[in-house]
């Protein structure tokens, strides 16, 4: 251990090289390196955490950089956790960090996380969020959850004992997630939360402070309101009907996908088309020149059976939905979905010097 590195906490009264080792022995997984595990994975790795799980299946957008601090333009298109997992190793040499480049699912959650100290729960997502507490109350492990919401944000450390999601939320909530992307979202307020994450799970693994158990606390960051909502202390027992099947998660449609730089070789050559799914409104326009809109696959023309149809939208999320329908409407017919969306393409585009704008 690099004494040198952690003297400002060592010195913290309470804490001392005892509270260091215990985040230097201990496993944190956190699901989601979005906005909130961005910032929680930085300051655990900053603190000492000996061993980070980083768990999430989505690649880095050019929308998700002003707020997911740990991705710059070279990221775009490769898997958020394989880029963390570099980013903090180069960091942060004390910290073993594994990547897991999939969805969590029923099949999956138990074993990456049967040896945690603490889970973080960072996706947005009801239907993990439910997985990640049935199991976690389950196993007795803690879960740090938070939640974004345009400025607005919630924050808990749910236990079996003290209070779980389902006692914050109970079964049939209208609580969904929302796409910072689509719903708007200030950067330092996923910044804020993500650092009260770590700080909750660092308070966990050191065994100092107060730990934000048996609390739900709901926070206005951009009108200055916290108010806390108290849990009731009920033992949690997992049921069957409780425990989210894995086929409710698996939303990810089974589609070919292609980076922006694949897509562009194969446009080069001549063997693919792209098409973008997005309305005309959207924003930034393709700069691959001889895009084409979506009425052009839906017109009766069959030109494009004779080439890779590769279709682009804000994400990948519509037009891996845009592809499926292709393949169903033109069984002969080969097509993917364009990891990272359009505004990816443009990066890659710009990036190598090769402008296709008319």
């Not at 606390?217 to 108010?227: K, M, R, V, Y």
């Not at 086929?247 to 063997?271: F, S, Y």
């Amino acid at each position: 251990m690099d004494e040198l590195r952690y003297m400002a906490q060592t010195s913290l009264p309470g804490f001392g090289e005892e509270g260091q080792l215990k985040l230097l022995n201990a496993h944190v997984v956190i699901v989601g390196m979005g906005g909130l595990g961005c910032p929680a994975s930085q300051y655990l790795a900053a603190a000492g955490v000996g061993r980070l799980t980083l768990v999430d299946h989505d690649v880095v957008g050019v929308s998700n950089l002003h707020r997911q601090l740990l991705f710059d333009i070279r990221d775009v298109g490769q898997h958020k956790v394989a880029a963390a997992a570099r980013e903090l190793e180069c960091r942060y040499p004390d910290v073993r960090v594994r990547s897991v480049a999939e969805r969590i699912s029923e099949s999956t959650v138990r074993t990456l996380i049967s040896d945690a100290d603490v889970v973080l729960d960072a996706t947005d997502d009801i239907e993990a969020t439910l997985l990640l507490n049935d199991v976690c109350c389950e196993t007795h492990t803690p879960l740090v959850y938070g939640s974004i919401y345009r400025g607005s944000a919630q924050l808990a450390v749910f236990t079996a004992d003290d209070g779980d999601f389902r006692a914050a939320f109970p079964v049939g909530s209208s609580r969904g997630s929302v796409a910072c992307s689509l719903d708007g979202v200030l950067g330092p307020v996923t910044g804020i939360v993500g650092c009260y994450m770590a700080l909750e799970t660092i308070k966990l693994l050191a065994g100092i402070g107060k730990p934000r158990t048996g609390v739900l606390s709901a926070f206005d960051l951009l009108g200055n309101n916290q108010f806390d909502l108290a849990l009731p202390k009920t033992h949690h027992v997992v049921e069957k009907q409780h425990i989210v099947e894995s086929k409710q998660l698996g939303t990810e449609l089974e589609v070919d996908h292609v980076t922006p730089r694949e897509a562009l070789q194969l446009l080069d050559d001549g063997e693919a088309v792209l098409v973008d799914v997005r309305q005309v409104i959207e924003q930034p326009r393709s700069l691959w020149e001889n895009t084409l809109l979506m009425e052009s696959v839906n017109d009766g023309n069959r030109d494009h059976l004779n080439k890779v149809v590769v279709f682009g939208c804000a994400q990948g999320k519509r037009s891996a939905t845009a592809c499926k329908d292709y393949s169903k409407r033109y069984p002969e017919g080969r097509c993917a979905s364009l990891i990272g969306g359009i505004p990816a393409l443009n990066a890659e585009i710009k990036a190598r010097g090769c402008s296709h704008e008319d």
